[in-house]
């Protein structure tokens, strides 16, 4: 079955960083795009990143253009997350998600992995 889990999370200061992970198995790997989601408290799910199956097209939050990088890594079914100067209002949960092929609606979700960004 697919599986999704994530990893790399915890506490950093504001202005630091952090590389989530997220190991894929289960299905084809190459053929999905894929994408980070996070939730915050008391706030809706938000798209922070997304990546295409062939790496053509990568899109991200305004919120985080320019300090966050999403990345693949075909040989290992992996997708990354790499986060540089965190801001408090990065805190929350993120998830890697899969999207449904052919759209870009999301059909699978790993359980999340907690960012806290205090000082």
């Known amino acids: 079955q697919v599986q999704l889990v994530e990893s790399g999370g915890g506490l950093v200061q504001p202005g630091g960083s952090l590389r989530l992970t997220c190991v894929a198995s289960?299905?084809?790997?190459?053929?999905?795009?894929m994408t980070w989601f996070r939730q915050a408290p008391g706030k809706e799910r938000e798209l922070v990143a997304f990546i295409s199956n062939a790496v053509r097209t990568i899109n991200y939050a305004d919120s985080v253009k320019g300090r966050f990088t999403i990345s693949r890594d075909s040989a290992t079914n992996t997708v990354y997350l790499q986060m540089n100067s965190l801001k408090v209002e990065d805190t929350a949960v993120y998830y890697c998600?899969?999207?449904?092929?052919?759209?870009?609606?999301?059909?699978?979700w790993g359980r999340g992995t907690q960012v806290t960004v205090s000082s």
């Open positions: 289960g299905f084809s790997f190459n053929n999905y795009a």
């Open positions: 998600v899969r999207i449904r092929w052919g759209t870009r609606e999301p059909d699978y």
